[in-house]
């Protein structure tokens, strides 16, 4: 059945009601939900017959489909027509938080790869400014720097200009940063880099361990000096073995790390993050997409820093040598993946994607449905498409206009 609503929804502040088939708190699930929104904020939460008799406020009627919270991805290099490092001059995120709407994510983390020295201080800064609320779609809400002080011999398709820690640079990303940054990952055995951990704790960013080939005594240093994230597990960093621990061993088996997984299935085999989900607290599991510039848009070539990368057969590729650059999942669909590939029930990938990668950058205020906490709520169909997405009690993303719209561009073209 479509999705019926009785009046417009076009204020901030308009109170709502959202009436569902099913809801996944996502700690709960509640089958012919109702959900109110006043202020921006979800006001009550529970089965719709205790609703009845709210008749004063507009209501959206989806009764075939299942609401969830917004969605937040703390790992993203662009989507849409945005590619976070692509201009010297102030990004556009627009294309970008209306592209990540589209596919229910209300919540982001530009994220910054490794470049030289005064080039990553500028677009940290400029970055820095472009975090606020005043978004038509996804709301960015701090930085990712994936950089620069990663292993020169795992550093993927990031630049030749990864370094050893410097703690006058990395005092002038924080200043630059203006205390948005939120998350930045790093390699243990570069030099200086457990000592800049407490810095990092110390100004509210989280220490993440990536492109690295840190053994297992060198990560339980960083572990017991605060670093608490694995960004982008088992890509760029030493494979399982069975009898030397490395980096991955003990992302595995230690509970103090939350671990990044790219669930598209090319960058990570299905049955390796089953593993991890088997092995993992389910809490620490966090869905990012890693995407890249093009992501929902198809096909193509595309940007990601200075490297050219091309979309195709579901993989992003630099185009110079083939290797794998990023991924052009959406994260929508990474929680499709996460209940195709493991074990994991629909409620707990749902939770990967909302209230762990929320929780996991400091944010709780969003992740769950719950009173009290902001009304960002995404609608999916049965097979998981979104059919809105709203962000403070607002609709964002109605996939029913955009299907108006492509009829009508079509009629006239």
Do not use: W
């Amino acid at each position: 059945m479509d999705i019926q609503e009785t009046t417009s929804n076009e204020r901030p502040d308009s109170p709502m009601l959202l009436l569902v088939g099913r809801c996944l708190t996502p700690f709960q699930e509640i089958h012919n939900a109702a959900i109110l929104c006043r202020g921006g904020m979800i006001h009550a939460v529970g089965g719709a017959s205790a609703f009845r008799g709210v008749q004063d406020v507009p209501q959206i009627h989806a009764p075939d489909d299942c609401a969830i919270p917004g969605m937040v991805d703390t790992h993203i290099h662009g989507a849409g027509a945005t590619s976070v490092m692509a201009s010297d001059t102030m990004p556009d995120l627009v294309p970008m938080s209306q592209a990540l709407a589209a596919h229910g994510v209300t919540t982001f983390l530009p994220t910054v790869i490794s470049a030289p020295r005064e080039e990553m201080r500028a677009v940290v800064r400029r970055l820095a400014e472009t975090c606020r609320e005043d978004y038509p779609g996804a709301v960015p809400v701090g930085l990712h720097l994936e950089g620069p002080f990663i292993s020169s011999n795992m550093r993927g398709t990031q630049q030749e200009c990864v370094r050893d820690a410097d703690p006058g640079e990395l005092r002038d990303l924080l200043e630059a940063g203006n205390g948005k940054i939120r998350i930045m990952t790093f390699a243990p055995e570069r030099k200086g880099c457990i000592e800049i951990i407490p810095i990092l704790r110390d100004h509210g960013v989280i220490p993440s361990m990536g492109h690295t080939a840190a053994d297992g005594e060198t990560t339980l240093r960083a572990v017991e000096a605060g670093a608490t994230r694995c960004t982008h597990f088992y890509n760029r960093m030493p494979l399982l073995a069975h009898r030397d621990i490395y980096l991955t061993t003990v992302a595995l088996t230690d509970d103090r790390i939350s671990i990044e997984l790219i669930v598209d299935g090319i960058l990570v085999h299905p049955r390796m993050i089953d593993l991890v989900c088997r092995a993992k607290t389910r809490d620490r599991l966090v869905a990012v997409s890693d995407a890249v510039q093009g992501t929902g848009l198809g096909d193509g070539l595309y940007r990601l820093g200075s490297d050219r990368i091309r979309i195709a057969d579901g993989a992003s590729r630099r185009v110079s040598d083939g290797l794998l650059a990023g991924s052009c999942l959406p994260l929508d669909r990474a929680v499709v993946n996460l209940v195709r590939f493991s074990s994991l029930t629909h409620s707990e990938a749902v939770a990967c994607a909302t209230v762990n990668a929320a929780r996991s950058i400091g944010l709780t205020d969003r992740g769950v449905i719950q009173p009290g906490k902001r009304a960002d709520i995404v609608v999916l169909d049965r097979n998981g498409r979104v059919r809105l997405t709203i962000v403070r009690g607002r609709v964002v993303y109605d996939s029913r206009t955009q299907l108006q719209q492509a009829a009508a561009d079509g009629e006239t073209s």
